[in-house]
């Protein structure tokens, strides 16, 4: 159980942590912009973008492998269950385990996965405009 409560724990602190660095990175690009009277490209601020971009799909790969470490974590919790043969009784620790969620949308991975996408989305949209291309 505790190793468990670990990974959730550790895999939940990951995400916050890199929710908010992918979103600094961000915000940081798109400060630079406004601050950018020049509104020619600026290297510094594209390679911000391009750095968010990888930040986002780097995420993305750091979610997946988390995930991995998780469900090694919950399914040997689910062997002892049925080693004890602990039935009604075994620990579900989320709807997923009880199989009450649709097949992906409502997972927490899921909902990582499209944030990661979209915050790659807007640092390559960052990266067009300050390089002057429009779609």
């Known amino acids: 159980m505790e190793e ?18 992918n979103t600094a990175v ?3 690009g798109a400060a630079l912009i406004k601050l950018n009277s020049s509104k020619k490209a600026d290297p510094l601020i594209a390679g911000i973008f391009v750095v ?9 790969s750091a979610t997946y492998m988390q995930h991995g470490y ?3 974590a919950r399914d040997h919790m689910r062997l002892l269950a049925n080693q004890l043969e602990l039935g009604e ?9 009880r199989g009450a ?6 997972k927490m ?5 499209m944030l990661f996408a979209v ?8 990266i067009l405009y300050v390089l002057g291309i429009t779609l």
């Open 4 to 21: 468990y409560r670990f990974q959730v724990q550790l895999n939940w602190n990951r995400a916050q942590y890199l929710l908010g660095f």
């Open 70 to 72: 998780y469900r090694a």
């Open 101 to 106: 969620l649709p097949r992906r949308l409502g």
């Open 89 to 97: 009784a075994a620990v579900t620790t989320t709807p997923g385990m």
């Open 52 to 60: 968010g971009l990888v930040a986002a799909l780097m995420s993305m």
């Open 26 to 28: 961000i915000a940081a």
């Open 119 to 126: 915050v790659a989305v807007i640092n390559f949209i960052g």
């Open 109 to 113: 991975q899921t909902i990582l996965y």
